[in-house]
Every structure is written in structure tokens, then in C-alpha cells.
Nanobody, 126 residues
Framework: VQLQASGGGLVQAGGSLRLSCAAS??????????MGWFRQAPGKEREFVAAISWSGGNTAYADSVEGRFTISRDNAKNTVYLQMNSLKPEDTAVYYC??????????????????WGRGTLVTVSS
């Protein structure tokens, strides 16, 4: 499956951005995949940000973004979103979406995705 992330850009601290990740090319339906967002800041390792199960009924967030970021998905559009509010300079990173094929409606396993998308850069200025 191919994942294409978009929506990154430059924003001031306190501002908002919405990232999108469109999936294509899989013989399986989009709703067979748990989806997630990860990020990698300069000089740091890639880290988990958020995940969502097939149905959208189960979500998980890193402590650093809980309450500020919201992950959602539209299975009819094969797209997952990350709404980022109250952005901080430390949120600056390349953001990647990821997909995990799973037979269950859970987020577990997303930390070892089957597919990665190309990243989109988010820069938060102070």
C-alpha cells in the first residue's frame, strides 16, 4: 500500500495544522489497517504520535500530544488525519503516517507498521 502524507508547513506556536494521509494501491480495503502517525525531529529518533483502529473506535496518543492532537479516519476516502492544535516549537518534526494490517479492531501493533509513507515537514516557530 502506498501512503501519501500532506498538510505540513510553517506555523506559529499556538497555531493549528491538519495533516492528511491518503492510502492507495492495496488489494485489501483501507479498513483492514490500523493507522498511525509518527514523527522525527532533527537529531532524534522517530517516535510514536498517535494511532487509530479500523473503525476509529480505538485511539492512542503519546503523552506529549494528548489533549492537543486528534487522530481520525475516513474509510470511504482511504484517508487518515491528524488535527494538531496548540502547537509548540518542540512539535517541529517530519511527520510520517504508517499502516498496520490487523485482523482486530485495535491499535496494538502499530509501533511495528507494515507500511510507511513519506514524511511531511511541520515547523513551529516560537
Amino acid at each position: 500500500v502506498q501512503l501519501q502524507a500532506s498538510g505540513g508547513g510553517l506555523v506559529q506556536a499556538g497555531g493549528s495544522l491538519r495533516l492528511s494521509c491518503a492510502a492507495s494501491g492495496s488489494g485489501r480495503t483501507f479498513s483492514n489497517y490500523a493507522m498511525g502517525w509518527f514523527r522525527q525531529a532533527p537529531g532524534k529518533e522517530r517516535e510514536f504520535v498517535a494511532a487509530i483502529s479500523w473503525s476509529g473506535g480505538n485511539t492512542a496518543y503519546a503523552d506529549s500530544v494528548e489533549g492537543r492532537f486528534t487522530i481520525s479516519r475516513d474509510n470511504a476516502k482511504n484517508t487518515v488525519y491528524l488535527q494538531m492544535n496548540s502547537l509548540k516549537p518542540e512539535d517541529t518534526a517530519v511527520y510520517y503516517c504508517a499502516a498496520k494490517l490487523t485482523p482486530w479492531d485495535v491499535v496494538a501493533g502499530i509501533v511495528t507498521p507494515d507500511y510507511w509513507g513519506r514524511g511531511t515537514l511541520v515547523t513551529v516557530s516560537s
